[in-house]
């Protein structure tokens, strides 16, 4: 082409389309790629990789409970779910948050979506779209210095943006150590009160490091002191197949929740 003979205004108007053209735009199916601390990274490859992880779809697992073992099926990709109780069942079908229950059942299905897959999944949720990362002043357990990074997240990210954790790690080599966190789904305000997870038991599914038992601690002046209980996972499958779209669908007995 002989762009000597063709006005200036019309070569800019076509360097811009040209750009536009070639700019890449996200799609449903594309992947945005987000910078992540560098010891943060070290953490995402000490448990198997954020490459591996995005590979997975499916993740299920019992949790292991005295009144009866409590069942959760989560699509990665999309975050649908559903929970098997021995007095509820629940789900998000992508649209829907839905529950059927008997009297007994006191729970709040927008509140507990994801919550239990958020702990189990560390550290790769922390990799989700929308977080901000901080570095975050170590925690201190039996002569140990755990670094790690303060998580928060943007405006509308999720049911309760003001959440915060605080993801630490073993300093020599990078494993996760413990998770604080804070719960303000219904006060909608920040939180000072932080609840410590220690992550020390673990297992290897399709080349990912992931908990077999998380256990909670008690707290003295806002430092974890001694184990105050542990929740065990059993019958854990993660795959990269989908499950299908009919295991999220309301139950014919559920009524939808909105609050």
């Known amino acids: 082409m002989n762009y000597k003979n063709i006005p200036f205004y019309i070569l800019i ?3 811009f389309l040209q750009c536009k053209q070639e700019a890449p735009t996200k799609t449903d199916n594309s992947e945005v790629k987000i910078s992540y601390p560098d010891n943060l990274t070290k953490v995402f ?4 990789g954020l ?3 995005q590979k997975q779809r499916s993740l299920s697992y019992e949790m292991v ?4 073992n409590e069942k959760q099926f989560i699509d ?3 975050r649908r779910e559903k929970i098997i109780a021995n007095n509820f069942t629940m789900g998000y079908d992508g649209i829907n948050f839905w529950v059927e229950a008997d009297t007994s059942y006191k729970g709040n299905p927008i509140f507990y979506k ?3 897959f958020y702990f189990y999944a560390m550290p790769f949720v922390l990799s989700d779209e929308g977080i901000i990362y ?3 002043d170590p925690l201190e357990f039996d002569g140990i210095s755990y670094p790690g990074y303060k998580i928060s997240y943007q405006d509308s990210i999720g049911v309760s943006p003001e959440d915060e954790y605080f993801i630490h790690y073993n300093p020599t080599n990078y494993e996760m150590a413990w998770l604080g966190y804070t719960v303000t789904y219904y006060s909608k305000e920040k939180s000072t009160k932080v609840k410590y997870i220690r992550y020390d038991d673990w297992t290897i599914l399709n080349n990912l490091k992931l908990p077999k038992s998380l256990a909670w601690y008690k707290l003295e002046e806002g430092q974890p002191t001694e184990e105050r209980n542990r929740l065990q996972f059993d019958k854990i499958v993660l795959s ?5 779209d009919d295991l999220f669908q309301k139950t014919a007995g559920a009524k939808i929740v909105t609050e």
């Open 134 to 136: 901080k570095e975050a």
């Open 65 to 68: 409970k005295e009144e009866g």
């Open 240 to 244: 990269q197949e989908k499950f299908a």
């Open 114 to 116: 994801n919550l239990m």
């Open 45 to 48: 490859d000490q448990h198997g």
């Open 51 to 53: 490459d591996n992880w």
């Open 76 to 78: 990665l990709k999309d």
């Open 13 to 15: 108007l076509f360097a």
